[in-house]
């Protein structure tokens, strides 16, 4: 314990999802002798991605899951990438299907998302899901708002009622996580770079997820006392550290909870990658 607030422990809340995970795969394999089948897409040298698409490889064998990670050249053209996904989507052994991004600037990455069967978008990013998230029906939804959401669930007794203020409004985070808000009976105001008086508005809030990607950009004064906070930021310093988008030493003195950064919703990301692969197969396999 820091401070006066409790830290939302997301290494430790990953780990006990990606538990639960592993003994659900491991009832599906013996009962049935299938195992969920996740499928990621690189193309090119990226090295941040390559971490994280290797991380995500090794966590879902981990798990029991059938991992393959396709690594494709920088100069892959948009039509071979296509195809690569056109034949994924066949494969009836590929349950989920994840495009790392970014990709490289030739190739148009709306439309590689829309080429993914929404099916088997473990990304929860094809306009289908979002639609099925915005009208409120079941679907795969983006792993970092479910993480958050499932933070949120294990450090509050009840979201019902809550003022909660998402700052961000990118198709990554901050609508989708909004709407899951709403969807838990939230009051919830989106915020971004044209928001009038932002810490006032910021200020009032039961739950802040900050998602900007602008470090220390929420002050501890704009935290309301007792609040819970989510910070999805990670951002490199220019010394080599990470910072959140929240001032997290000042926030600390102030909120009822807060994530810390690392080692707040970052983990919990590719978790729920692992679970919307596990929901993929149930969906599709029954």
Known sequence: M???ARIIDGKAAAAALRAGIGREVAAIRAARGLVPGLHVV?????????VYVASK???AVAAGMNSVAHRLPAATTEAE??????????DDAVDGILVQLPLPKHIDAGRIIDAIDPAKDVDGLHPVNAGRLAGGKPGLVPCTPLGCMLLLRQTLPSLSGLEAV???????????????????????????????????VVKRA??????????RLVGGDWIRPGATVIDVGINRLPDGKLA???????????AGAITPVPGGVGPMTIACLLRNTLTAFEARRG
Request: hydrophobic share 50%; aromatic share 2%.
């Open 57 to 59: 490889e090794k966590l």
């Open 81 to 90: 990438l296509l195809a690569k996904l056109a034949q994924l989507n066949a």
């Open 166 to 200: 998402v700052i961000g409004r990118s198709e990554l985070v901050g609508r989708p996580v909004a709407q899951l808000l709403l969807q838990a009976d939230c009051t919830v105001t989106i915020a971004h770079s044209r928001t009038r008086d932002l810490p006032a």
């Open 244 to 254: 959140g988008d929240v001032d997290f030493a000042a926030a600390v003195k102030v």
């Open 2 to 4: 820091i401070g006066e």
């Open 42 to 50: 690189l193309v090119g040298e990226d090295p941040a991605s390559k």
């Open 206 to 215: 039961d739950i802040v997820i900050a998602a900007v990607g602008r470090p």
